[in-house]
């Protein structure tokens, strides 16, 4: 029996072929929306003819479900973006590992290579960094420093429920370096990208949004982010 | 008129739900495979009943053919991995906006994202390197050092041609942290990784290859890569 992950991509049209095969030939389907990436399946469900069982991350964590049930048959696990960004996923497909299923992965487009379309070289990019809901940790602001000081930027994430506008404002009262890109909706069609100071990014609109703090930038890289 | 850039992914069914529909619409498709991903397309050529023409990059650099067609109808612009992240793409990109083209992206698989089946932290990673394949240059010992300074992981990509025992001594005898997880096929059917010294990384297999310079590891990727 075979654990499938999955990955949705950015947008409800994200899913790669191979994805929608396994989707096609599986016994059980489940999705996990931990991120605030939402997405309609309603399109994907109609095409495979598979049911998908919507999990609470705390079902994933703690009870594995998805590798409950590849004991019996062939399950699917579908993960927005590209399946390994996230620890969680890890700890699943060890488990699964544990007791003997296989485990295949389908991988689709990430918000970490999407942001490309900023018009940033993505191997200018140092270590990415999540910015917790409750605050801005000294570990963070160490990561985006060491990045800073040998000229590199740093892609923000930020945790589900926190706002654009309200992540700037704490990075702002914590770092010196302030220009940013920040992204809305990547690899939608409403995808958008605004060159601004921190102190200047404004909040509106619906996510997923990130923020990536801009290290040294070329003259290609100005030219394309201008 | 619409240039669609269309990511194929890292195997002949990575291309997006939406990747398909575009070629489906499109009045023109091109492909192009400078990096060792050569894919076999005809699947999707024949689900979507689009004739797709393979450029070489002289053509693509220079003449930019699939801004050309994008002139006269809508043109699909395809590429292994996700598409922004060789620079190449921005260019074509960037031509495509001067001449008022309407743009799009539909995103797909990255390496950059793939490597994650190792077990490693996607997060833990530093700058991305690429080794080219007449030798190891100072720039890229630089960066290699300056991620493990910091603890970090490398990835590095090889060159077009450059084989991965090749690779693997080229940076032996340029870096002290030899410790590597060499990589083969990530995101097909055949994707392995093996956890070695640089030194007793074996040459054999077919490509895509790619090698991660592990930095500090936590137990967690311990357990994973074990």
Do not use: W
């Not at 706002?163 to 690899?187: F, P, T, Y």
């Amino acid at each position: 029996m075979t654990l499938h992950f999955v990955g949705l991509g950015l947008n409800s049209e994200g899913i790669s072929l191979e994805g929608l095969r396994r989707l096609e030939e599986a016994d059980a389907a489940f999705v996990e929306f931990y991120t605030n990436l939402e997405m309609d399946l309603s399109g994907v469900e109609e095409r495979t003819g598979a049911e998908i069982e919507e999990l609470p991350r705390a079902e994933v964590e703690r009870e594995m479900l998805p590798v409950e049930a590849a004991e019996s048959g062939d399950a699917v696990f579908l993960v927005p973006g590209d399946p390994f960004a996230a620890t969680t996923h890890q700890e699943l497909r060890r488990e699964a590992e544990e007791r003997d299923l296989e485990v295949s992965v389908s991988h689709a487009g990430s918000v970490l290579t999407a942001v490309g379309e900023t018009g940033l070289d993505l191997y200018r990019f140092g270590r990415t960094v999540t910015l917790p809901s409750h605050g801005c940790p000294p570990s963070v602001v160490n990561m985006i420093a060491e990045n800073d000081s040998v000229g590199l930027h740093t892609m923000v994430l930020l945790d589900p429920g926190l706002g654009i506008g309200e992540a700037a404002e704490m990075l702002r009262q914590e770092i010196d370096n302030s220009r940013c890109v920040a992204c809305s909706r990547l690899g939608t069609d409403q995808s958008s990208t605004e060159v601004a100071d921190l102190s200047e990014v404004e909040g509106g609109g619906s996510g997923p949004h990130c923020l990536v703090l801009m290290g040294d930038t070329t003259d290609k890289e100005e030219e394309y982010i201008g």
